[in-house]
T-cell receptor, first 114, second 113 residues
Framework: DGGITQSPKYLFRKEGQNVTLSCEQNLNHDAMYWYRQDPGQGLRLIYYSQIVNDFQKGDIAEGYSVSREKKESFPLTVTSAQKNPTAFYLC?????????????FGPGTRLTVL | AQSVAQPEDQVNVAEGNPLTVKCTYSVSGNPYLFWYVQYPNRGLQFLLKYITGDNLVKGSYGFEAEFNKSQTSFHLKKPSALVSDSALYFCAVRGYNFNKFYFGSGTKLNVKP
């Protein structure tokens, strides 16, 4: 899992609540990503950011929001608009400087809606 | 459009036997391909990647992958499987936008003693 930390490891949310998942990296990477993992569906990209103060929607951004105020941090907010938020959420980062770029992943946060 | 496909949801192999986990790709331009492994309730760990050069790429934990341009495949292999290799394996391709990665649906590898 390298130098990427995610917290909390487990998170429980009541319906209608917003929750924020933390992702921090000390790898000096420029790019950061959020993925959602559901059983049998692999990883789906929610948002990504290539530089500070800039981010782009991925394939399933509806109901989620992000910010990138610091290079090291890329928090994800799961809003009440996300209809089915129960999933395993993975944060990743990459150096973003060329074709040899590799993504490295954090340990994940498992979100359960009660 | 960039994509990868992992045609097998699950692969079963006996310990000590060779293993292969299949991946095919579809890309515009040169393919940049990756393999990751995921243990239960953990993040993905990078195993190896193909950027250019030799078609046989060696990676972590004794794994290797064979790039085949004519068959658009990038199969993961290991000569002798271990029970501890049991995990979920993902193939991925870098997109035309180099900062986007596209992942396959994953293949569960079961290695039985």
């Amino acid at each position: 899992d390298g130098g990427i930390t995610q917290s909390p490891k487990y998170l429980f949310r009541k319906e209608g609540q917003n929750v924020t998942l933390s992702c921090e990296q000390n790898l000096n990477h420029d790019a950061m990503y959020w993925y959602r993992q559901d059983p049998g569906q692999g990883l789906r990209l929610i948002y990504y950011s290539q530089i500070v103060n800039d981010f782009q929607k991925g394939d399933i951004a509806e109901g989620y929001s992000v910010s990138r105020e610091k290079k090291e941090s890329f928090p994800l907010t799961v809003t009440s608009a996300q209809k089915n938020p129960t999933a395993f959420y993975l944060c990743a980062s990459s150096i973003a400087r060329g074709i040899t770029d590799t993504q490295y992943f954090g340990p994940g946060t498992r979100l359960t809606v009660l | 459009a960039q994509s990868v496909a992992q045609p097998e949801d699950q692969v079963n192999v006996a310990e000590g036997n060779p293993l292969t986990v299949k991946c095919t790709y579809s890309v515009s331009g040169n393919p940049y391909l990756f393999w990751y492994v995921q243990y239960p309730n953990r993040g993905l760990q990078f195993l190896l990647k193909y950027i250019t050069g030799d078609n046989l790429v060696k990676g972590s934990y004794g794994f290797e992958a064979e790039f085949n341009k004519s068959q658009t495949s990038f199969h993961l292999k290991k000569p002798s499987a271990l029970v501890s290799d049991s995990a979920l394996y993902f193939c991925a391709v870098r997109g035309y936008n180099f900062n986007k990665f596209y992942f396959g649906s994953g293949t569960k590898l079961n290695v039985k003693p």
